[in-house]
């Protein structure tokens, strides 16, 4: 009997799964991890959940330890790949799945450096797939990757070096994991940018075919030289000084070159070389954004190397140029000219080819040549071009004039007068700002609307914040008075256009453009105002324009009109010909202040003025209309946004209040109320000053009444002062003889005076010394007795204890009955030196006593000294110096008399106590004397 053997059971792909990523873990030999590494990547793409989760590690793990076979390596980023992008129909497929791979790698930063360290490999699988991972993982985790690469050991170097890898699909790839990895982090934009990335970038360009024929690769380029460059001063900087802005300038050369020579491309080429030639001009933009630092430096080095002519003739090329990729280009231009105002004057003397908008095939090859500045080029493309289409070209062309005169006074005005003198020279300028908005063409204007609207956008540029060029304007009139026509004035011109369009219903893009020509020219400016009011009817015209309801963009032409009118009123004064105070009267009365502030409102919060910073202003067909919905100026909308609130408040400000500018460094328009309320002081001054002339008139009167009168009062004066001269003389003679006389008392009273304080001196020395001989004998015979009492008591003591030493002998060779001798003997010996002690101590107190004595006597005489001292400075009062000294030394004596009865009780003591005092008291009396004869001639001495 044979047992019929049974089909083994089919694993599930999980089970088998879990088997491959066990045996991956497990195996030993490379063979059988690359089998098992095979396995999974088959289920790589369908399962990528199951696989991740049971052979994620085990898969990084490979790559640490077989990466020295290119082998596995490849295949394990391959299997890696396979899970960051799943087939679509996967049922594991999702974006968590993504994370969590990225997860995988980004939290261990050795996984990301294993990449980098494959991304040096030689291998070109290994390099590829690593750099293709790496843009998985960032793609999927951005902030940790880049984190991951900046920290990594020469993560950023080995990335740009990959840069120069001769094999195409590295290299590119490499392109595109630098522009993931750059567009955001300024410090990895610098770390790329010093890796030598912008030489690489233009050698790769160069490589592939620059401009002209580069393919996406040439755009990947200029796209991560966008990341590097945009808003990074410091890689700006480095780019411009180490001499790149040549080579995006020979770049373009390049490209010009070959347009003059191509005869014909395809149309996929053409594509991509317009893509290439749009990412070149959005580089050069990012070194012209307003407000960046170094703009400046990059406006003079792009004008070095030619960069503005070359994108001029770019922009104005015949050859099959997108519309859009001109109107790019006049943007760059305008950028690079802006706000310089050496460039903006040279800018006017280049040439372009002209007529602009006509193709190859159009033009004869007289035509072909053609040539026109600059400026009348822009503004010939900018006012007379009709086609839609190129719509954001003619917007370019405004904004690289807008460039042309911004910031540059001098500029504006010679533009203005170049428009001025050819419209009244009544030229047929078709690119005259002038002849378009003062002499309107109907038919014109009903085709393209724009028309009108970009010559009053030219023209509000002009005026903007330029009193100068607003008076110059004013001046322009039509009508001849001396031939009995009436003269009409520029800007009544104006209104009277708009008042005409609103009227008739024509697009309310040409509305809108007179209407911001007018705010501008009138804001702060009060000659217009009353140019504007001259004409009676504009008032009026205005308020029916806002009460009465209007077709397409209704609402932005009647809050235009309620701004007009309330900057006509706000700029208005009492002088004005339709005043200030009818014109409050009129708007009271025939204007709602609700419906006044409803306009504003309406126009403020339309989209196009609210959201007017985030709409792109470029061509955009909308439903039932193929014109742009572009009908405002950045400069006005920021005009507008400014004094909205302003305008809101105007209409309930009182006539009698009117508004003050500064035009030119110069106040013009005061309160009214002032100018009255001044008018009525000086009315008031000139009356005080009639009455002050006529007091004048009879003070003058009374004035030479008195000089007269003063005249005599001195003749009389003059005599009494030679009378009272004489008298003075000779009492001062006598008062000469008395000052004599008593000089001479004076100076022998002083003598007498000088005489006595030297006794005076000389007894007090003597005493002086006298005093301080004695206190030195008292102290030496103290030292003597007490030393003496001290020699006696060593003396006396020293017997006691030899005495003490021959009883304690004796004691020694006595017998037991002597014990109570001894003890008796030991008892008396003990009393005497207890005797001894005290004699002592009061030896040593007397001692003490006589030395405080000694301190008492030395403080006696310091005090006497200060006494004298004290003498000396009351001597110096002449007047009483005699009475003084002599008190003083009346006190001294006593004193010195106290002294010597102290000194002689000092002495009887000591010889009570059994000192003995010298005899020699004479002499010690004498030295006592010379002492105090020293103390006077010293006190002598200070007072000379």
Known sequence: MFSISTTPAKQSVSETITVLSGRLNSATLLEDRRAAILGLRSFAKDFPASVASGALRCLIGSLAKDGDDVDTVKVVLETLLMLFSPNETSPEASD?????????????????????????????????????????????????????????????????????????????????????????????????????????????????????????????????????????????????????????????????????????????????????????LAVLRLFLIQGSAGVAQNQHAFWKQGLVYNILQLAFSRREVQVTIKAEALTTCGNMIRDAKPLQESFAQFMVPAPLLAGPGEDSPKEFAAKTYVIDGLLDLTLNSVDQSSFDLRFSACECLKAYFSNHAEVRLHFLSRAIDGYMAGAEESANILTVLLKPDAAAFARDPYRPWFASVIAFHLLHDNPTAK???????????????????????????????????????????????????????????????????????????????????????????????????????????????????????????????????????????????????????????????????????????????????????????????????????????????????????????????????????????????????????????????????????????????????????????????????????????????????????????????????????????????????????ASKSKILELQALQEENARLLALEADKTAQAREHRSELEGQLSSTKATVDDMQSKLESIETKLSDEASAKKAAQAELDDLLMVFGDLEEKVARYKARLRELGEIVSEGEDDEEDELDHETEDGRNDMDGNIK
């Open 471 to 813: 008076a110059k304007l004013l001046q322009v009139t039509e009508g001849d008075s001396s031939k009995g026509e009436e003269v009409v004035t520029s800007i009544q011109t104006v209104a009277a256009h708009l008042i005409a369009s609103i009227a008739n219903g024509d697009d309310a893009r040409i509305s809108v453009g007179y209407l911001m020509l007018l705010l501008g020219w009138t804001f702060e400016d009060f000659d217009a105002v009353n140019d504007f009011l001259a004409e009676g009817s504009n008032v009026q015209s205005l308020i029916q324009a806002i009460s009465q309801p209007l077709s397409a963009g209704g609402d932005i032409v009647r809050g235009l009109c309620a701004f007009l009118l309330g900057v006509i009123y706000e700029f208005s004064t009492k002088d004005s010909p339709l005043s200030r105070t009818s014109l409050h009267s009129i708007l009271s009365k025939r204007l709602d202040r609700e419906q006044y502030l409803e306009r504003l409102s309406r126009l403020r919060s339309h989209p196009l003025v609210r959201d007017f910073e985030v709409t792109p202003q470029k061509y955009r067909l909308s439903a039932g209309n193929s014109l742009p919905d572009i009908f405002f100026d950045s400069i006005f909308v920021d005009l507008f946004k400014d004094n909205y609130s302003r305008m809101g408040r105007a209409i309930d400000r009182a006539p009698e209040f009117e508004i003050a500018v500064m035009t030119n460094g110069v106040q013009k328009g005061i309160s009214r109320e002032l100018v009255d309320s001044l008018r009525s002081q000086v009315e008031d001054r000139d009356c005080a000053l009639q009455e002050a002339k006529t007091k004048l008139l009879s003070l003058e009167d009374a004035l030479h009444t008195q000089e007269a009168e003063h005249r005599r009062a001195i003749e009389a004066a003059t005599v009494e002062l030679s009378k009272l001269k004489s008298s003075f003389g000779d009492i001062e003679r006598v008062h000469q003889e008395q000052l004599g006389t008593l000089s001479q008392e004076q100076s022998a009273k002083e003598a007498d005076h000088e005489r006595e304080i030297v006794l005076v001196r000389a007894q007090l020395a003597a005493r002086e010394s006298q005093l301080q001989t004695d206190l030195a004998q008292a102290q030496k015979s103290a030292h003597s007795e007490v030393e003496r009492v001290r020699l006696r008591a060593d003396a006396e003591a020293a017997d006691l204890k030899a005495s003490v030493n021959r009883l304690e002998v004796d004691l020694m060779k």
């Open 96 to 280: 968590e799945v993504v994370l969590w791979l990225a997860d995988e790698f980004t939290q261990r930063q050795e996984n990301i450096t294993l990449l980098l360290d494959f991304v040096e490999s030689e291998d070109f699988y290994s390099r590829l797939y690593s750099l293709q991972l790496l843009t998985a993982i960032l793609s999927a985790r951005t902030e940790r990757t880049e984190e991951c690469i900046f920290t990594a050991p020469l993560g950023i170097s080995r990335l740009v070096a990959t840069l120069d890898d001769q094999r195409g699909a590295v290299r590119n790839e490499c392109v595109s994991l630098l522009t993931a990895l750059t567009p955001s982090s300024t410090e990895i934009q610098k770390l790329v940018a010093f890796e030598n990335a912008f030489e690489r970038i233009f050698a790769i360009v160069d490589v592939n075919g620059s401009l002209t024929d580069g393919g996406r690769a040439v755009e990947d380029c200029l796209i991560l030289l966008a990341n590097l460059l945009r808003r990074n001063p410091s890689n700006q900087s480095l780019f411009r000084e180490s001499g790149f802005i040549a080579k995006l300038a020979g770049l373009l050369e390049s490209l010009l070159e070959t347009q003059l020579s191509d005869a014909g491309i395809a149309a996929w080429a053409l594509t991509q070389r317009n893509r290439n030639v749009y990412a070149f």
